[in-house]
């Protein structure tokens, strides 16, 4: 096992009961990560999640449960409030940025969504799991450091879901839609950069409307 690195696993209590606070449906696909969902919200002027992520028939098909800033073993911490409620049938799990600028490695982070994947399979036996690759942004276009960390992460990731016949894994990372160039894709170092807000981290509307088609075409079978 490894140390706790966070200051403090409570940061998400208003979070949490803002959450609980909903209505509560069942059997939806939930997606849980850090502020990439967050932002996919009518709350930061953008189309939410919900609107975007529908059944083919234009029923509801997805939940947002993002908490901007997170990291997986928060995500870990919240489940009991924020995960099992909800009976998901699928969930998309995005970690990995702010888990690495917490010190946290890319074993370990695997380490810690493999645990998270256990928990959901006892609970929610049946359910489908999508777990997504590090994300490229243009902050990081050259930073070889992040860069290294990123591939590292990605191939454990892809291990285990090529070994969890319930697990999806979404390469973010590789979707052509990211890149000017379609050629380029998968290289972080060759991202378009008019998709990014000020931080160059988040998208704007246009970037979110990519990141639809992306999670369109990785649910496809079970939209």
Known sequence: MFELKLPKMNRYEKTAAGFEAQPIQKGLIL???SSGFTRWSAKYEHRPLEED????DGSLAAVNH????STIDEGLYYYNRMVKPWEPRAIV???FPNDLSYGYSPAEIVYLLATF?????????GVKLYLCDAMPHKRHMNNNLWKKMAGQFNKLLKEYCDTN??????CQSAWPGFYTDPADAGDYGKIRTDIWVEDQVHFTQEGYDIYRE???SALDDIL
């Open 66 to 69: 993002g908490f901007g800033g």
């Open 53 to 56: 992520i529908r059944m083919k």
């Open 165 to 170: 016949e319930d697990c999806t894994y979404v």
């Open 214 to 216: 992306l999670f369109l």
């Open 93 to 95: 799990l995005r970690f």
């Open 31 to 33: 997606f849980y990560g």
């Open 117 to 125: 994947c256990n928990w959901a399979r006892a609970d929610f036996p």
